[in-house]
């Protein structure tokens, strides 16, 4: 009733709207380009986007660059079901906008038509570009709100990672200079293009993940994709070491495919299974390195709102290319607990124990790790924080550089901090600070990296 009501009050402004004279010998109704907008908006939103088109039609006869009336154009063809002439619409509203709530709407109303066509991908591209505009804290949630509601409903999910980083190993190169062999009483020298060579690596990587629709509650199958590609600048003290060096030697590239599936085993949802398969193959220094795949399987159970524990099995087989010898198979299990701190942070905890089988004493090996990671609730100073610490032992039961086997103890820690404060079409800069060491009783193999790595995240 309330809304019958408000229709015909509406109606009948329209109405009188749309006389131009009053009574005989009256003088002229004229409506002013402001009060034509605001009339064609609220027909736009009173349901009546005829009228409104019509309205749009005398504004832009008037200016053929009217973006407010371009804008509301747009969302009352799109009302109409015209989805193309919509975007027209909007796509000429943003070419003529020249202020940030001008593009505001463009962008929205871009958003809006091609969300109803089904292309959900670039309704949110628009929406990010929404987002950069908003001429204000509302404007920009509802953009972010509407961005939410797109990708909830979009079965894509695509993902564009790129970073930049200086390494203090590029080659993951011995730290030694010297090394024995096995039963031999004297050291050998290790060649310069073996120890560690510093440098600066740049990567791009893409992954596209497709959601199919469940046939279930509680089920839900991926597909997923990724390439990834990096490269390596050597530093000039690393050509001044080995002159001939070329940073395509240290290039990496890889591609993979798989399918992954979730589905909770009680209807409270509490506790969760995960399967799924990966296939891939990869390229080093310019050369087909492996071709491998992997199996993995893990469950999952929340013990209340606030804590989880999970455990996994993962089995994969590698292929090298370069040399068969080196190809293996290598089962991994893993146990791990998560909870949410009073202060909100996260905090979690995995041990890992794996087994490697292969023809390469270098390779074959059984290890067990640890790792703990915390991830902070709130931002210190407009960052947002993130760390972790592992460790990691690998004992080798034959070695050809030490007698009665080989043992590497890895430790690792990482620092990440991203920028929300920073923020560029739903994007912030990520700064990531790594160090790693391995520990061996073999020369060649002991190693150490730091690195800085500059990256993006989203923050929508």
Same mark, same amino acid.
């Given at each position: 009733?309330?809304?019958?009501?408000?229709?015909?009050?509406?109606?009948?402004?329209?109405?009188?709207?749309?006389?131009?004279?009053?009574?005989?010998?009256?003088?002229?109704?004229?409506?002013?380009?402001?009060?034509?907008?605001?009339?064609?908006?609220?027909?736009?939103? =009173?349901?009546?986007?005829?009228?409104?088109?019509?309205?749009?039609?005398?504004?832009?006869?008037?200016?053929?660059?009217?973006?407010?009336?371009?804008?509301?154009?747009?969302?009352?063809?799109?009302?109409?079901?015209?989805?193309?002439?919509?975007?027209?619409?909007?796509?000429? =509203?943003?070419?003529?906008?020249?202020?940030?709530?001008?593009?505001?709407?463009?962008?929205?109303?871009?958003?809006?038509?091609?969300?109803?066509?089904?292309?959900?991908?670039?309704?949110?591209?628009?929406?990010?570009?929404?987002?950069?505009?908003?001429?204000?804290?509302?404007?920009?949630?509802?953009?972010?709100?509407?961005?939410?509601?797109?990708?909830?409903?979009?079965?894509?999910?695509?993902?564009?990672?790129?970073?930049?980083?200086?390494?203090?190993?590029?080659?993951?190169?011995?730290?030694?200079?010297?090394?024995?062999?096995?039963?031999?009483?004297?050291?050998?020298?290790?060649?310069?293009?073996?120890?560690?060579?510093?440098?600066?690596?740049?990567?791009?990587?893409?992954?596209?993940?497709?959601?199919?629709?469940?046939?279930?509650?509680?089920?839900?199958?991926?597909?997923?994709?990724?390439?990834?590609?990096?490269?390596?600048?050597?530093?000039?003290?690393?050509?001044?070491?080995?002159?001939?060096?070329?940073?395509?030697?240290?290039?990496?590239?890889?591609?993979?495919?798989?399918?992954?599936?979730?589905?909770?085993?009680?209807?409270?949802?509490?506790?969760?299974?995960?399967?799924?398969?990966?296939?891939?193959?990869?390229?080093?220094?310019?050369? =087909?390195?492996?071709?491998?795949?992997?199996?993995?399987?893990?469950?999952?159970?929340?013990?209340?709102?606030?804590?989880?524990?999970?455990?996994?099995?993962?089995?994969?087989?590698?292929?090298?290319?370069?040399?068969?010898?080196?190809?293996?198979?290598?089962?991994?299990?893993?146990?791990?607990?998560?909870?949410?701190?009073?202060?909100?942070?996260?905090?979690?905890?995995?041990?890992?124990?794996?087994?490697?089988?292969?023809?390469?004493?270098?390779?074959?090996?059984?290890?067990?790790?640890?790792?703990?990671?915390?991830?902070?609730?709130?931002?210190?100073?407009?960052?947002?924080?993130?760390?972790?610490?592992?460790?990691?032992?690998?004992?080798?039961?034959?070695?050809?550089?030490? =007698?009665?086997?080989?043992?590497?103890?890895?430790?690792?820690?990482?620092?990440?901090?991203?920028?929300?404060?920073?923020?560029?079409?739903?994007?912030?800069?990520?700064?990531?600070?790594?160090?790693?060491?391995?520990?061996?009783?073999?020369?060649?193999?002991?190693?150490?990296?730091?690195?800085?790595?500059?990256?993006?995240?989203?923050?929508?």
């Amino acid at each position: 009733m309330r809304r019958a009501m408000r229709l015909a009050v509406v109606a009948a402004g329209l109405a009188a709207g749309l006389t131009l004279a009053t009574s005989a010998g009256s003088d002229p109704v004229t409506l002013d380009a402001n009060a034509l907008r605001q009339l064609a908006f609220t027909a736009m939103k =009173a349901g009546f986007a005829e009228q409104a088109i019509g309205y749009t039609d005398a504004l832009l006869n008037r200016d053929p660059s009217d973006t407010t009336a371009l804008t509301i154009r747009s969302q009352a063809l799109r009302s109409l079901g015209r989805a193309e002439a919509a975007r027209a619409a909007a796509r000429a =509203a943003w070419a003529a906008s020249d202020s940030d709530p001008e593009r505001f709407g463009a962008s929205m109303a871009m958003a809006q038509a091609l969300s109803t066509e089904g292309r959900r991908t670039a309704a949110q591209w628009w929406l990010r570009r929404a987002g950069q505009a908003a001429p204000n804290a509302r404007a920009e949630a509802v953009a972010r709100r509407d961005f939410a509601y797109v990708k909830s409903r979009n079965p894509w999910d695509i993902q564009i990672n790129v970073s930049a980083a200086p390494s203090s190993n590029v080659n993951n190169g011995s730290q030694q200079d010297r090394l024995t062999l096995a039963g031999l009483p004297f050291e050998f020298e290790i060649p310069a293009d073996a120890q560690a060579l510093s440098g600066f690596e740049t990567g791009l990587g893409l992954r596209a993940t497709y959601r199919f629709a469940p046939t279930a509650p509680n089920r839900l199958t991926r597909a997923n994709f990724g390439v990834l590609v990096q490269a390596v600048t050597p530093s000039s003290e690393a050509r001044a070491r080995v002159p001939d060096i070329e940073g395509s030697d240290f290039s990496y590239a890889a591609i993979e495919a798989g399918l992954a599936h979730r589905r909770a085993l009680n209807p409270a949802g509490a506790t969760t299974l995960s399967f799924g398969v990966t296939g891939g193959h990869n390229w080093y220094g310019g050369a =087909a390195l492996s071709d491998y795949l992997q199996l993995q399987t893990g469950i999952e159970h929340r013990l209340n709102g606030k804590s989880a524990i999970n455990a996994g099995l993962a089995a994969d087989r590698v292929l090298r290319i370069d040399s068969s010898r080196q190809s293996s198979d290598r089962v991994e299990a893993s146990l791990g607990y998560g909870r949410v701190l009073a202060s909100g942070d996260q905090v979690s905890l995995e041990v890992t124990a794996a087994r490697a089988v292969s023809g390469s004493a270098e390779i074959g090996n059984e290890a067990v790790g640890l790792t703990l990671d915390w991830t902070r609730q709130t931002p210190v100073a407009g960052l947002g924080l993130s760390a972790g610490l592992g460790i990691e032992q690998r004992v080798y039961a034959q070695s050809r550089y030490v =007698a009665g086997g080989r043992e590497d103890i890895r430790l690792s820690a990482n620092l990440t901090m991203s920028f929300d404060t920073l923020d560029y079409l739903g994007f912030s800069p990520v700064l990531d600070l790594r160090a790693t060491r391995n520990r061996s009783n073999a020369a060649l193999f002991d190693t150490q990296d730091f690195g800085i790595t500059l990256g993006i995240k989203s923050s929508f």
